[in-house]
């Protein structure tokens, strides 16, 4: 059984339709790319997934379950990790702070965050509004570890970030499909880093899944008509 499963997936901003029949599985620790140009329909996927926005038709399933009445809060409870575009951390409060906050029981914990990243533990009384833009994305990801999810969702985690400090996050990213066994679900535009992490492929073209299958089998041909510039 697929750990996400959405079906024929339609959702709306008002009466403006985002997302037209969209369907996508991903298995218990599969590492899923979300490609499609700007203003496609990856972040309303990721909203809908997350349920910070409800589908209007098809179905989002957890482990089988509808889970499409679910609000948000309960989705991070039974395992659905978010890590936002824009970061969004509590602005006011201190790196360690921002972490308890998030923190529910597993394996992920303080210590093993800022294993992961060990800037975070230098950084750790220090507020997230004074942080790097990149120690944010860190904090940002190590917010929704502390949350000990199933599967998690990275959107945009790499936008507008330093290459030194891309290749960081990139790194994380392969630190966790390697030696975790997390679903993840990765929104990014580098072909190249998502060719070292993605198991698999969907890409969105207005509202649409236009392409999905293996990431091995994308060519140059299918990006360069659905992800070129
Ligand atoms: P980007 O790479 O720019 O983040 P995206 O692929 O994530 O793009 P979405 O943010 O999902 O795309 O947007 C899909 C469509 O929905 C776009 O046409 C966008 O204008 C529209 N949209 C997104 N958010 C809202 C909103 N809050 N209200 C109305 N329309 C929205």
């Given at each position: ?5 959405l ?56 482990d ?73 994305q ?35 990213i ?52 659905y992800?070129?510039?």
């Open positions: 059984m697929s750990l996400l499963r079906d024929h997936v339609s959702a709306f901003y008002g009466p403006s339709q985002a997302l037209f029949d969209v369907s996508l599985a991903l298995a218990e620790g599969e590492v899923m790319a979300l490609m499609g140009r700007n203003g496609m329909g990856k972040t309303t996927t990721v909203w809908v997934i997350c349920r910070m926005l409800r589908n209007r038709g098809g179905s989002v399933l957890l089988g379950q509808d889970i499409g009445s679910w609000p948000s809060h309960r989705a991070a409870r039974a395992g659905i990790g978010l890590v936002p575009e824009g970061r969004r951390c509590f602005r006011d409060l201190t790196v360690y702070e921002n972490l308890i906050a998030a923190a529910r029981p597993g394996e992920w914990d303080f210590a093993a965050v800022t294993r992961l990243f060990p800037r975070l533990a230098e950084r750790r009384d220090q507020k997230a509004a004074t942080l790097s833009g990149g120690e944010q860190m904090l940002a990801i190590g917010r929704a570890l502390m949350t000990n999810p199933r599967l998690l969702v990275l959107d945009e985690a790499t936008e507008g970030l330093a290459p030194v400090v891309r290749q960081e996050i990139w790194a994380a392969q630190r966790l499909k390697a030696d975790t066994g997390m679903a993840l679900l990765v929104v990014d535009k580098s072909l190249k880093e998502l060719a070292t992490v993605a198991d698999t492929a969907v890409i969105l073209e207005k509202g649409v899944s236009v392409w999905s299958g293996e990431f091995a089998a994308l060519t140059d041909d299918i990006t360069d008509r992800l070129g510039v």
